[in-house]
């Protein structure tokens, strides 16, 4: 068994095509974050570093760390994790988390635990949905595409999130925020003429396109605007895009687990994430 490491987006993703496509569920995320380093959508002073692993000629696991986050662990053999461990431990000694299968991402926590002397710290449970059968709730008001007279809004909304979660995960410059917007992808809804709830999409990869992030700020929660706006936007995923729709929930909160479930989206896979102190 060895494990390849790259900076490289266009080269990892050659490498591991053939293992992604197995299951491009599964691995949503890295498809997204590869994709948006490839075309330029994501652009950061700091590397990110992609990590596959082999047994002769096949990859059997990947993960990967980008720029001011922790490693993300795909699908991934646990005997690869010691070594998997070391090696981000020689790159990125100030790496502060890990989030994978509950079994992975424990076993690299308690690794790098070991390595580091620091106690690892259960902060988030996360579970993967996918579409089924979508059902639109009602709600006052109605949804529209963001434009570029939004990105303040947009901005100030992804910032008042951020403050809400303790392990957001989207963090994105004014230029990044505006590249998304231009695409289509970040949309609004709007009760009266004022801007309610906000919800965007990944772009569509190997058949799926991720819903997120999704925000309601406090005043106006209780009213059905995010399920609706979320409702709407996987329906123009399915219709415009030809894609099915994926998302991730906070398994801490059951409101969002509830109305998401409400709407059609069925279970598919739990992920953990371990903080290092």
């Keep these: 068994m060895r494990i390849e490491i790259t900076s490289d987006p266009v080269e990892f ?15 949503t995320v890295m498809y997204t974050v590869v994709e948006n380093e490839i075309t330029g959508l994501t652009v950061t002073e ?21 720029a001011g986050r922790g490693v993300w662990l795909g699908e991934m053999p646990e005997r690869a994790i010691p070594e998997l461990v070391e090696r981000f431990a020689q790159l990125l000694p100030e790496i502060r988390d890990v989030d994978g299968s509950e079994s992975a991402a424990l076993a690299f926590a308690q690794g790098w635990a070991a390595r580091h002397g620091t106690t690892p710290r259960l902060v988030l449970s996360e579970r993967l949905y996918r579409l089924g059968e979508l059902r639109t709730p009602p709600a006052p008001g109605a949804p529209r595409r963001a434009t570029e007279a ?20 989207l963090a994105l410059t004014e230029s990044a ?6 695409a289509g992808r970040w949309w609004l809804w709007e009760d009266e003429g004022r801007p309610v709830s906000l919800t965007a999409h990944q772009i569509p990869l190997r058949g799926w396109a991720r819903i997120g992030p999704v925000y309601t700020p406090p005043e106006t929660r209780g009213r059905g605007y995010a399920s609706a706006l979320v409702a709407h936007v996987s329906q123009v995923i399915r219709d415009d ?14 409101t969002s687990n509830k109305i ?14 371990y903080a290092f102190e």
Aim: negative net charge.
């Design 13 to 27: 993703r050659a490498r591991v095509a053939g293992f992604l496509e197995r299951d491009p569920l599964r691995h």
């Design 46 to 66: 700091e590397l990110s570093y992609f990590a596959s692993v082999h047994e002769g000629d096949e990859v059997v696991g990947v993960a990967m760390r980008t």
């Design 150 to 169: 939004d990105l303040e809004l947009c901005a100030r909304w992804v910032a008042a999130m951020a403050r809400e979660l303790e392990n957001f995960p």
């Design 177 to 182: 925020l505006r590249a998304r917007i231009r």
């Design 241 to 254: 895009l030809g894609a099915d729709v994926c998302l991730y929930t906070d398994l801490g909160n059951p």
């Design 260 to 273: 998401y479930q409400a709407i059609g989206f069925e279970p598919v896979f739990d992920q953990i994430l």
